[in-house]
């Protein structure tokens, strides 16, 4: 029998961590002229594989109590090697020398007497990733298929939050194997994460933002002495990004626990952040120290290379480095000028005047910053008609009543009334938990409540009407191009990449595809594209054509390789309806600006290589110029950017990942609140103006 879950009933709080001063002075992590291997130099396994050093005489201290504020990020880009840097803090690969590596402070007698487990490297620190892997991990088991998360029927094995949170997610536990938990350090994560109100909730049913609150819950249960943060920041909308922040910064500062970030380059740094370390590729460590001291490094480096000073540093790349220096605030995000701006620019929940962009005529993927001209559209592809999904008396998505005009009349009703036409650019935005998520289940019918909702998709109902036969889920598999965190969860690990770009025209995830000609040429022409971002040893590459991509796995890809696959196997059959959901959350920027180029151009377009053309972007940032294609010159165009006749859904917390062709928006209300879903239109792409990305989010 499943054991029953212990409710919470002391509501304290605990108070900061007092500790001795015997060894308050001695770092908790230690490591001087380190040089670090997957695997021993000298044995058989790096005679025959490639067995490159890690970070060779890496030096880094972690104060255990300093004397002064002392918070560290590690900023890097993708395949840089912050999570491998991560894993070396925590104990993980060989350290050569062995004594260049120690843990003074877990070795003192303070921790003996709190406890003695915490002399152990792996006990002491823990690491929360955030890179791709779903769900809650091995405590919480995944759903074996889409549809399972939005079903209402619970099993013994929908685990709810506390569940998890208090180790309870084996059916037949032995005694000795209960986690004890402190109840008031539960309490204080609850309360701390937001989590009272999922506490109940199945683990299955999270959104992306809520199960990265609840894993970072449970890393804090485990009373970790320092708490590695691997990307915690990525999906997070901002309400929850403002929110966050201070809740580490508090942690951070009371040394319960002492806390690491690894951040990547376009990821706004906390403030109460005081040091960094920015990583250049082939784990490499490129400037370490003092945050102000750290980003004028990057200023004067990136200076020098657009002056000719410095040669060109394939491991950095200046695309990576043109968004760096956002800082996170209570009250937002502040972008920081190139030297000799006039002021500081806040991103969002703005206190401060709003930077005017005319100077820039166009966004990242080379749409004019200011456009009033409506779209061409056509039929509507999905219909909601009053749509409200709910599981019990529990509303999830729709209990609100809206406003709908007809005939100069203005009336009030239930649900979620909302239709995509053909040729319509959507943005899909929202708190985490709104269900955003949910939504798009609907409208790619993985939610069971499709076929009993007022919903038409491609002007038919999923069940049969009178003269009118419903739509099945295959015909809405051909028309649909879907890239989603849930997507990347449940798509075989085990497929070769050319495998998930060919998958966009099977029925199912291990379905054979029906490829003619035609689809066969354009996965050539995207694996030509992208080699450079797909083949992380592109660099050395031989192999001529596109062989490559058949004996690369899709799991043995870096996170971010990994997402473009996803992408473009979304876009790469030229569907009626494109739905990007997170799509570019894990991307490095330059990735992420490729991606956007080629939704809106495909072949046709691409940035000049050349540092002669390029031009500043809206925060000032040397942009590379967008020109056309020497395939295109050539005619040989296989794989178009998104058309007249295609709809393009969004979902994204991040504005630099929002496309440039977005236009209509609309904003769900936080769950539960009774408060309608607002639309509106944007003039021109939220790149342009912040005030557009303000309005949407109602700051």
Same mark, same amino acid.
């Given at each position: 029998m499943r054991r029953p879950t212990a409710r919470i009933l002391n509501k304290g709080l605990i108070p900061r961590r007092q500790y001795g001063t015997?060894?308050?002075?001695?770092?908790?992590?230690?490591?001087?002229?380190?040089?670090?291997?997957?695997?021993?130099? %000298? +044995?058989?396994?790096?005679?025959?594989?490639?067995?490159?050093p890690l970070f060779a005489d890496l030096t880094f201290s972690l104060p255990a109590f300093a004397s002064k504020p002392e918070y560290w990020s590690i900023i890097g880009p993708s395949s840089s090697g912050k999570t491998t840097l991560l894993q070396i803090l925590r104990g993980k690969h060989l350290c050569i020398p062995a004594s260049a590596r120690s843990w003074p402070y877990l070795e003192s007698d303070e921790i003996e007497q709190k406890d003695h487990r915490l002399r152990n490297p792996s006990s002491a620190i823990k690491q929360v990733g955030f890179d791709g892997e779903q769900g809650l991990g091995q405590q919480a088991p995944q759903s074996a298929y889409l549809s399972a998360r939005y079903e209402s029927r619970r099993e013994d094995t929908d685990f709810s939050v506390l569940d998890y949170l208090q180790g309870n997610t084996e059916l037949n536990p032995f005694s000795e194997e209960v986690k004890k938990i402190d109840t008031k350090l539960l309490e204080r994560v609850i #309360?701390?994460?937001?989590?009272?109100?999922?506490?109940?909730?199945?683990? +299955? %049913?999270?959104?992306?933002?809520?199960?990265?609150?609840?894993?970072?819950?449970?890393?804090l249960l485990g009373g970790p002495e320092v708490l590695l943060l691997d990307e915690p920041f990525m999906g997070l909308d901002p309400p929850t990004l403002l929110s966050l922040?201070?809740?580490?910064?508090?942690?951070?500062?009371?040394? !319960? &626990?002492?806390?690491?970030?690894?951040?990547?380059?376009?990821? $706004?740094i906390p403030d109460w952040i005081t040091h960094l370390v920015y990583l250049k590729g082939n784990c490499e460590v490129a400037f370490q120290g003092d945050k102000e001291t750290v980003l004028e490094e990057l200023r004067r480096h990136v200076r020098d290379m657009h002056l000719g000073r410095t040669e060109p540093d394939e491991s950095m790349p200046l695309h990576s480095m043109h968004e760096v220096g956002r800082s996170l605030t209570k009250d937002g995000i502040i972008d920081v000028l190139p030297s000799g701006s006039k002021k500081d620019t806040v991103a969002f929940g703005a206190k401060q005047e709003v930077q005017k962009l005319e100077d820039t005529p166009l966004s990242r993927d080379g749409f004019p910053l200011h456009d009033t001209e409506k779209a061409v559209t056509g039929e509507p592809l999905v219909q909601m008609?009053?749509?409200?999904?709910?599981?019990?008396?529990?509303?999830?998505?729709?209990?609100?009543?809206?406003?709908?005009?007809?005939?100069?009349?203005?009336?009030?009703?239930?649900?979620?009334?909302?239709?995509?036409?053909?040729?319509?650019?959507? /943005?899909?935005?929202? $708190? %985490?938990?709104?269900?955003?998520?949910?939504?798009?289940?609907?409208?790619?019918?993985? @939610? $069971?409540?499709?076929?009993?909702?007022?919903?038409?998709?491609?002007?038919?109902?999923?069940?049969?009407?009178?003269?009118?036969? /419903?739509?099945?889920?295959?015909?809405? =598999?051909?028309?649909?191009? @879907?890239?989603? &965190?849930?997507?990347? +969860?449940?798509?075989?690990?085990?497929?070769?990449?050319?495998?998930?770009?060919?998958?966009?025209?099977?029925?199912?995830?291990?379905?054979?595809? #029906?490829?003619?000609q035609s689809a066969k040429e354009k996965?050539?022409?995207?694996?030509?594209?992208?080699?450079?971002?797909?083949?992380?040893?592109?660099?050395?590459?031989?192999?001529?054509?596109?062989?490559? !991509?058949?004996?690369?796995?899709?799991?043995?890809? &870096?996170? +971010?390789? =990994?997402?473009?696959a996803l992408f473009l196997r979304a876009i790469i059959k030229n569907p009626d309806l494109v739905i990007l959901d997170e799509a570019f959350s894990g991307m490095d920027d330059g990735v992420r600006d490729r991606c956007l180029l080629f939704l809106a151009h495909g072949e046709t377009k691409q940035f000049s290589s050349s540092s002669d053309e390029s031009k500043k972007g809206p925060t000032g940032a040397q942009r590379p110029q967008i020109v056309e294609s020497e395939?295109?010159?050539?005619? =040989?165009?296989?794989?178009?950017?998104?058309?007249? %006749?295609?709809?393009?859904?969004?979902?994204?917390?991040?504005?630099e990942e929002i496309p440039g062709s977005i236009r209509e928006w609309i904003c769900l209300p936080e769950a539960n609140t009774g408060k309608p879903a607002r639309f509106g239109r944007l003039d021109g792409p939220i790149e342009g103006d912040y005030r557009r990305w303000n309005e949407i989010w109602g700051m």
């Open positions: 015997s060894t308050a002075r001695s770092p908790i992590i230690r490591i001087a002229n380190g040089t670090f291997y997957r695997h021993h130099p %000298n +044995s058989h396994h790096a005679a025959t594989h490639s067995n490159p #309360k701390d994460l937001r989590l009272r109100e999922l506490i109940d909730m199945p683990v +299955s %049913n999270l959104s992306n933002g809520q199960t990265r609150r609840a894993r970072i819950a449970s890393a922040s201070p809740m580490l910064h508090g942690l951070a500062e009371a040394n !319960a &626990p002492r806390l690491v970030l690894a951040l990547r380059p376009q990821d $706004p008609d009053g749509v409200r999904v709910q599981y019990g008396s529990k509303a999830v998505l729709g209990n609100w009543k809206q406003d709908i005009s007809a005939d100069n009349q203005s009336e009030h009703r239930d649900g979620l009334r909302w239709d995509v036409k053909r040729g319509e650019r959507w /943005g899909i935005f929202g $708190p %985490n938990g709104s269900g955003k998520t949910t939504l798009l289940s609907l409208i790619c019918s993985d @939610h $069971p409540q499709t076929y009993g909702l007022p919903i038409k998709l491609f002007g038919r109902s999923r069940i049969p009407e009178p003269g009118q036969r /419903g739509i099945s889920i295959f015909d809405l =598999q051909a028309r649909i191009g @879907h890239s989603s &965190p849930e997507i990347h +969860s449940h798509i075989p690990k085990s497929l070769t990449l050319r495998q998930v770009l060919e998958n966009a025209w099977a029925d199912t995830f291990r379905g054979l595809p #029906k490829l003619d996965i050539d022409a995207c694996l030509r594209w992208f080699e450079h971002d797909l083949r992380s040893d592109s660099g050395a590459a031989t192999t001529r054509g596109t062989a490559w !991509a058949d004996d690369l796995l899709f799991g043995g890809l &870096p996170f +971010s390789s =990994q997402r473009v395939i295109s010159k050539l005619k =040989q165009v296989k794989v178009p950017g998104l058309g007249q %006749n295609q709809a393009l859904l969004c979902i994204s917390h991040v504005r």
